[in-house]
């Protein structure tokens, strides 16, 4: 269905009454990250974020605050909106499930899959968890309390709608186990395999009652109910397409390129969301992929230890791209990471401070001493076997970084991009482009010296954009370089060999 030049990146859409924090942030960063480099590369490219606003916990907070729910949502989303102009996101759209068309479109497949007769009304008794809005089997259930979240359970019986879930269920393991790139990294594959093929797939409750739930979407087939928040957020992937641009998009961008979940939330996209879309004759994401927890100095993050960590202030004391560059340089994403202050400080002054800002900063003084500010040709090699080394990495890291975010490898991505670095500093130190300055003789090493760095700087801001935008336009406007990171970039801005001589900084 999708146009091969599309890509289409989605983050979950987060849970309206939480207050943003570093795991919302580390998945908007990452999507962002694939947005601004593919479209950079010329792909058609859509980036979806959003919120999430029905539900009980949405329900009791806005009665709490003696407040309607739907003007409890319009306070509490600007919250996040804020957070990421100030973070760089590039979204696309940002969608809500209180957006009108969103519940329309929710009803029109819900009606679908009633009319042919994969939603039926049947009996249930199970614990129920209000804080996760979920039922629990008997067996889940230890000492009276959740397994998820551990808070008190209750005993409830009622009639509800369910939809036949569990007839996909080899339908869905045929699927996993033909497309490797589906469920990623393979550690979260193995695990819903694991899962869907020692246990039988049960049906799916996608409603709850009027009478204990008012805040969602009416079912379209029945007024006394309204769906289950899970079928109501999860279709927002397909319902943006249809509503959120500039004409209908499904056509030219679904199925997903990817969806970039939490790993808590893997099962409920990799089985929910794909029986759904079976049921709906639609296709597959191509890739779901689930990436890990931060815990804070080793510890579980909760609002009673006190120790949430708050992006706003992260931005407020390190700046947006030294906290994007943290968040995907400290751990390989789809693992879990601990995020401690000590360890960002010490990030940003070996890496940011005394790496790339260290090298721009050498490499500009000694243009404006050395060559009156205008870029020189090459002359003769300074040091022939380090300027061999970093062509050679050089001419190779697009292809790897390319390679590298198709993977979601971005920390390998930066310490390769690094590794640039360091080998142009270890070159600059070497060199001695000061030493060479005071002999005539020497003038063309020096010349070949700036030439290398100021190239490597080039190629180097065009590399880290999509994960440093702002620090890449101010080091592409320092070099005196015209790109326009607005707009794809010609092939030309990849190579190692694009002209650089003459430009004044």
């Known amino acids: 269905m999708s146009n091969p030049n599309s ?16 795991g919302h942030a580390y998945t908007t960063v990452a999507a962002d990250v694939l947005a601004r480099y593919w479209r950079l590369r010329g792909r058609d490219v859509f980036f979806l974020t959003g919120l999430d606003e029905h539900g009980q916990k949405v329900q009791q907070a806005a009665a709490k605050a003696g407040i309607d729910p739907q003007a409890h949502c319009d306070k509490l989303a600007p919250q996040f909106q ?6 760089n996101i590039s979204n696309d759209a940002f969608i ?9 479109i929710v009803q029109r497949y819900l009606q679908q899959l009633y009319d042919n007769r994969l939603i039926y009304k049947d009996d249930y008794t199970g614990w129920y968890c209000t804080f996760d809005e979920r039922f629990w089997t008997e067996k889940d259930v230890i000492g009276g309390l959740c397994p998820d979240c551990k808070r008190p359970v209750e005993r409830i019986s009622e009639h509800n ?3 036949k879930m569990g007839q996909y269920q080899d339908r869905l393991i045929e699927h996993i186990q033909q497309h490797p790139r589906f469920i990623r990294p393979d550690s979260r594959r193995n695990e819903v395999l694991g899962f869907l093929t020692t246990q039988k797939l049960g049906d799916l409750s996608i409603s709850r009652p009027k009478s204990r739930l008012t805040w969602g979407i009416e079912l379209p087939f029945d007024k006394d109910y309204v769906t289950y928040v899970w079928f109501d957020a999860l279709v927002n992937y397909i319902s943006a397409l249809e509503y959120k641009g500039a004409g209908p998009l499904l056509d030219h961008f679904w199925p997903a390129s990817v969806h970039l979940v939490g790993k808590d939330i893997l099962t409920t996209h990799a089985v929910y969301w794909s029986t759904m879309l079976m049921a709906l004759n639609l296709p597959l994401p191509e890739t779901i992929f689930a990436h890990g927890w931060w815990t804070v100095d080793g510890e579980k993050m909760s609002k009673s230890r006190g120790n949430v960590v708050d992006p706003n202030k992260m931005v407020d004391q390190f700046g947006a791209d030294a906290f994007r560059y943290f968040l995907l340089r400290e751990v390989p994403f789809g693992q879990d990471g601990d995020f401690s202050q000590a360890a960002m400080i010490g990030s940003i002054n070996s890496d940011l401070a005394n790496g790339i800002g ?23 090699p300074a040091l022939p076997q380090h300027e061999e080394e970093i062509g050679n990495a050089a001419r190779a890291l697009p292809h790897s970084v390319e390679e590298g975010v198709a993977a979601l490898a971005f920390r390998d991505n930066l310490q390769q991009i690094w590794e640039l670095i360091g080998r142009c500093d270890e070159y600059i130190d070497k060199a001695a482009p000061w030493q060479l300055a005071k002999k005539p003789d020497n003038h063309g090493k020096l010349k070949t010296v700036l030439n290398t760095t100021a190239k490597a700087l080039r190629l180097l ?18 070099l005196g370089l015209s790109f326009d990171f607005s707009k794809p970039l010609s092939e030309i801005s990849y190579k190692w060999a694009a002209p650089i001589t003459g430009i004044k900084i």
């Open 161 to 163: 709608y369910f939809f």
């Open 461 to 478: 801001s065009v590399l880290i954009y999509p994960y440093m935008p702002q620090t890449a336009v101010q080091l592409a406007q320092q």
């Open 96 to 104: 809500r499930t209180t957006d009108q068309p969103h519940k329309s």
């Open 358 to 380: 260290n090298l721009l900063s050498r490499t500009l003084t000694m243009i404006e001493r050395f060559s009156d500010g205008i870029v020189p040709e090459t002359e003769e």
């Open 7 to 22: 890509f289409y990146i989605t983050t979950p859409i987060y849970y309206v009454n939480d207050v943003p924090h570093i």
């Open 82 to 87: 804020t957070l990421w102009k100030r973070l």
